[in-house]
């Protein structure tokens, strides 16, 4: 059996409250597994807990109890980041540093040089597709370019995991097409992807299964089909179906021209089951 790209096992973070003898919950006794090669959606109302998780996962923020690995190696180590690529919400660049120039800085920090740097470099431009504002300074970058400069830093160690913090944060509809097809392009690469996003209708697309956290327990998780499949109801897809075999569809579809094309539980969509099952009001929930 395959060691899990990520394994979080009754997780529990606390934090003080300054000036009181008390304590917040952040995560309580969390456990989930992502499989490798899954992309994985972390979802929650503001302040559910899925930053708090996403640090502890990374080793930036230490657990109260409980214990989290990535691909086997425990979180704290410096050596589980070893195989991680990591772009958060709001990522920081050197704006006087062109495109071509960061990625030769990121991949310095990773221990690249020389022909195996440059060549390094090219491809994830290319990847990205920012081959053409190589030589751009990042101060001429829009929303969309800089989140895609940031995928390709992310990658420049060739990581087995890659953790998303809202990659499309404040990016237009067609920047935001534009890192979605690279997260599936990665799935197709074998690399493992945890994502944090508000953006449901994107999660929808891209995730094989999601984890819903709120007030820091997790209310729901599997495949995110099961998921938002509704209940003792059954579509029937048919090709070629003749009114009256509508008409009779029991008793006509199996002697009539029509075929059966799929048979499927109809699904409501991710948002109004995110809604319902963190009983938050009817509207778009922020991720944080």
């Known amino acids: 059996m395959a060691t899990p790209a990520i394994s979080i096992q ?5 934090y003080p409250i300054p000036f009181k003898r008390e304590k917040v919950t952040a ?6 597994t992502v499989e490798p090669g899954q992309v994985y959606g972390l979802l929650g109302p503001n302040g559910s807990g899925k930053s708090t998780t996403m640090k502890i996962v990374l080793g930036l923020v230490s657990p109260s109890s409980g214990r989290t690995e990535i691909f086997g190696r425990d979180s704290t ?3 589980s980041r070893e195989d991680v690529g990591f772009l958060p919400e709001n990522p920081y660049f050197y704006k006087f540093l062109t ?3 960061t990625m030769a800085f990121f991949g310095k920090l990773c221990g690249l040089s020389g022909a195996r740097l440059r060549e390094r470099t090219k491809e994830l431009l290319a990847l ?6 190589a030589d751009r300074r990042l101060g001429g970058y829009s929303k969309g370019m800089l989140q895609r400069i940031g995928l390709a830093q992310a990658m420049v160690q060739e990581p087995r995991l890659l953790v998303l913090d809202e990659p499309t944060a404040g ?3 067609a920047g935001s097409r534009e890192i979605r097809d690279l997260i599936l392009d990665f799935k197709k690469r074998g690399i493992t992807v945890l994502l944090c996003s508000h953006l449901l209708g994107q ?6 299964r999601i984890g819903i956290l709120h007030q820091g327990v997790l209310v729901r998780e599997g495949r995110l089909g099961d998921l938002i499949s509704i209940e003792n109801q059954t579509e029937l897809i048919l090709e070629n179906a003749t009114p009256e075999l509508l008409a009779e569809i029991q008793a006509a579809v199996g002697r009539s021209n029509g075929r059966v094309v799929e048979q499927r539980q109809p699904q409501t969509t991710l948002e109004r089951y995110f809604l319902e099952v963190t009983g938050s009001p009817e509207r778009v929930i922020g991720d944080r």
Do not use: F, H, M, R
Not at 10 to 14: A, D, H, P, S, V
């Open 10 to 14: 009754n997780l529990t973070k606390l």
């Open 27 to 32: 995560v309580k006794d969390l456990s989930l």
């Open 77 to 79: 180590t410096v050596e």
């Open 99 to 101: 495109g071509a120039e």
């Open 128 to 133: 990205v597709g920012l081959e053409n504002a």
């Open 171 to 173: 990016v237009d509809p």
């Open 203 to 208: 999660v929808q697309e891209i995730c094989d």
